[in-house]
């Protein structure tokens, strides 16, 4: 397999596995099930910190060493990454407190966030920045979950 290839498969496979773990937490929120929905809900949210995280110090500052700090493909990708974490607050702080109409609310649009996100890693990002990584492997490696991460 290609760096370009095991890079964007990687991640690409570890958005799936994050969708998956996503929609397990919508489904206890939707159950309004007070004891599965806040542990369901923090596997995902410690599962797609992980992958930020890895975008933000493993690929980010390559591409931005390339393009610039100030390029605007990073720059949509790390605001979409604080905006995402502002709704994880809230979602949690509505888990929380037991309010799961409002949760399931929040994570509806999340979910629609999520997407559109993905969609710009996966058809914009990645190909830009895979060829600028020699061994992606060790990146890979730090993900929860597909492909190479360890189990959530």
């Not at 370009?4 to 929609?23: I, K, M, P, V, Y």
């Not at 702080?93 to 929040?106: N, S």
Request: net charge negative; aromatic share 8%.
């Amino acid at each position: 397999m290609t760096t370009l290839s095991a890079l964007q498969d990687g991640f690409t496979r570890n958005h799936r596995f994050l969708d998956e773990t996503f929609d397990k937490a919508r489904g206890a929120v939707g159950k309004a099930d007070g004891d599965l929905a806040p542990a369901a809900f923090r596997g995902f949210w410690d599962a797609i910190e992980t992958h930020m995280t890895a975008e933000e110090e493993c690929l980010f500052p390559v591409y931005e060493t390339r393009h610039g700090p100030d390029n605007p493909l990073t720059g949509i990708l790390r605001k979409g990454h604080r905006d995402l974490r502002g709704f994880f607050e809230e979602i949690s702080e509505t888990i929380a407190g037991q309010d799961f109409e409002e949760a399931a609310a929040l994570m509806d649009t999340v979910s629609q966030i999520l997407a559109h996100h993905d969609e710009k890693e996966e058809n914009e990002f990645y190909p830009a920045v895979a060829p600028l990584i020699p061994d992606p492997h060790n990146i890979l490696s730090r993900l929860i979950g597909p492909p190479l991460g360890g189990a959530p």
